[in-house]
């Protein structure tokens, strides 16, 4: 288990691919011509990508538009976990506001959940979170856009789901590339604890890919796949032998420092206006040893 968060091979990755980017960052500066500044509209030009589905707190769009994300999570646990089997179900709104064509507030996490397994029965409000994005770098030819962000999590939540355990900062860096009706996109993510007792470091990263089954009709149908990743970079103070993935920091000592699943699902988007999506996810990684055995995650968007 790693001890010291700035040794850890995530953290490499995460500092040489932002030097990596530096170059390509440097290219495009500079908003776009004419009299609208992005205010509501934000950044046009890649409205023919979708969203990400999974792992929707950290796994930040690297597009930059105004609208509100309606969220159903339910979260299986391992019968064999600590947690002893059960449930998480999770009601959430995201909501994200373009303030220029570039820069964005985005407010990622807040909600209401049922935590049911087989040591614990509560419901309670969630941490809130929200942050800032900035489009550094788009090419709509090459339909290559680079994101960088920030968001602060306040320790606010109902400790007995499991929230309200640390504040904590969250860096990260999203991309997308388009190749005609097949879009990528990925991110990085850090998670930095206020307090190192009361929370693990952990890092993020996720993969998407989806295609356009039908382009350029009015209902645009795209199966999906995605890929995410969590590394528990240095314990907490609490005896708990598992993480908190992207539910929660619970500053524990997990028996595994990685845990990997993947989803498979598809989105329906409608006039690039309304879109929504489901998908199965499902762990790749022991799920006795973590929290993540099986979940489903839907949305619905609604952009201005």
């Known amino acids: 288990m790693a001890t010291h968060p ?25 908003a776009p ?17 979708h969203e990400p589905l999974g792992q929707p707190i950290y796994f930040e769009s690297p597009f930059n538009d105004s609208g509100l994300r309606l969220l159903y ?3 299986d646990f391992s019968d064999q976990s600590t947690l002893q089997g059960g449930d998480v179900t999770i009601y959430a709104l995201q909501a994200r506001l373009a303030i220029t064509d570039r820069l964005a507030f985005i407010a990622t996490k807040d909600g209401y959940s049922e ?23 788009a090419d709509k030819e090459k339909q290559y856009v680079v994101t960088p962000g920030i968001r602060y999590m306040a320790e606010n939540g109902h400790r007995g789901i499991l929230q ?20 990528l996109l990925a991110n990085l993510t ?30 645009v149908v795209a199966p999906l796949f995605e890929l995410h990743g969590v590394h528990y970079l240095d314990d907490g103070a609490s005896a708990l032998n ?16 990685f845990v990997c699943w993947a989803g498979v699902g598809a989105r329906v988007e409608i006039d690039k206006k309304f879109e929504f999506g489901a998908c199965y996810e499902f762990a790749l990684t022991d799920p006795d040893d973590d929290i993540m055995d099986t979940r489903i995650t839907v949305d619905f968007i609604v952009r201005l």
Request: proline share 4%.
């Open 33 to 49: 011509a004419g009299n609208d500044n992005g205010f509501l509209t934000g950044l046009r030009g890649f409205e023919n990508f």
């Open 115 to 137: 935590l049911d397994s087989g040591i614990i029965e509560d419901e309670g409000w969630n941490d809130i979170a929200g942050g800032f994005k900035y489009v550094l770098h």
């Open 73 to 75: 999570l339910k979260h």
């Open 190 to 219: 850090l998670r930095v604890p206020m307090d190192g007792d009361e929370g693990n470091t952990v890092g993020h990263w996720d993969l998407h890919v989806d295609y356009d089954v039908n382009p350029g009709q009015r209902a």
């Open 242 to 257: 598992v993480g908190g993935l992207d539910y929660t920091n619970l500053g524990s000592t997990p028996a595994e420092d």
């Open 164 to 183: 309200g355990g640390a504040d904590e900062l969250s860096p990260f860096v999203s991309l997308g590339k388009g190749y005609d009706d097949l879009h």
């Open 6 to 30: 700035f040794r850890s091979p995530f953290l490499s990755t995460f500092a040489a691919g932002s030097l990596l980017l530096a170059p390509a960052l440097a290219q495009d500066g500079q």
